[in-house]
């Protein structure tokens, strides 16, 4: 049923960033976490969470099958930084490794990869939770980020690792416990975000359906809530559009600038 949560979400997100009726007042992600947070801060904080018994990241391979609740994040980014550098060896290196325009003009490398963060349990009134976090390699997070960007040095080259996340998926564990708790939950759900909107404009009565999701939208941000009874999955989206069309900005003006300097249509 989750599946099918997450692929509305993916089919019909286009739609929901696109009307413009259904916004939240300040849209933040769950708990402590915030939409400038890379894949450290994300891991102490979820450390910090009392609750929680097990961690789960993919990518580095010294973090494969293993609960990291008991590692560092001197042990992440050691992960991180072998991740990186099996990416740089031979013709991975281009295909792993792309150019990036900082704020100053310069240029640097970012790897393009990115890992996954999974975690369990949370509470939420009464439900154990299971919570995704989702990261993508953002050109545009280096502007306003660049102190968060983890600095990889490969055989003299400074490579980027700029991990900022997409989204975070709250899935519960326990069916039954949901089912018996759901009501609390979309009580909740209602009192935060007292409007949320299917991708035709149909708002959500705050009872259970399992054949749709409800959305609220700020900006690039968006929440998303499916109100099964067994299965209330709640999903936070960040869209990167405003970062990417200023850094697409940024990038042409530096590039054209280049161009400008290189110009020899003098010649012609």
Avoid at 6 to 30: E, H, K, R, T
Avoid at 138 to 160: Q, S
Avoid at 195 to 209: A, I, M, R, S
């Amino acid at each position: 049923m989750i599946k099918r949560f997450s692929m509305i979400v993916v089919l019909c997100v286009i739609f929901v960033f696109n009307y413009n009726s259904v916004y939240a007042a300040s849209l933040s992600p769950y708990g402590k976490f915030e939409w400038s947070d890379n894949v450290l801060d994300v891991f102490r904080k979820l450390k910090e969470i009392k609750t929680i018994k097990e961690i789960s990241i993919k990518g580095p391979d010294s973090f494969d099958r293993v609960n990291a609740v008991g590692k560092s994040e001197d042990d992440l980014k050691a992960g991180i930084t072998d991740f990186v550098a099996k990416g740089a060896k031979g013709w991975r290196f281009s295909e792993y490794n792309k150019e990036v325009v900082l704020k100053d003009g310069k240029k640097s490398l970012y790897h393009v990869r990115a890992i996954n963060l999974k975690a369990q349990p949370i509470i939420l009134v009464g439900i154990p939770y299971r919570i995704s976090f989702n990261f993508v390699q953002v050109p545009g997070y280096v502007l306003n980020n660049y102190d968060k960007t983890i600095k990889i040095d490969i055989n003299g080259k400074k490579i980027l690792f700029l991990s900022q996340f997409k989204s975070i998926n709250l899935t519960p564990i326990d069916n039954e416990l949901a089912e018996a708790f759901h009501q609390k939950l979309f009580d909740v759900i209602r009192k935060k975000y007292p409007v949320l909107k299917d991708v035709f404009g149909h708002e959500w009565d705050g009872k259970p359906n399992s054949m749709a999701s409800y959305y609220s939208e700020d900006g690039d941000y968006s929440f998303g809530f499916f109100p099964d009874k067994q299965e209330p999955g709640m999903e936070y989206t960040n869209s990167f559009q405003s970062v990417e069309k200023i850094y697409n900005s940024h990038k042409n003006n530096i590039l054209s600038q280049e161009n400008k300097n290189n110009d020899s249509s003098s010649g012609l």
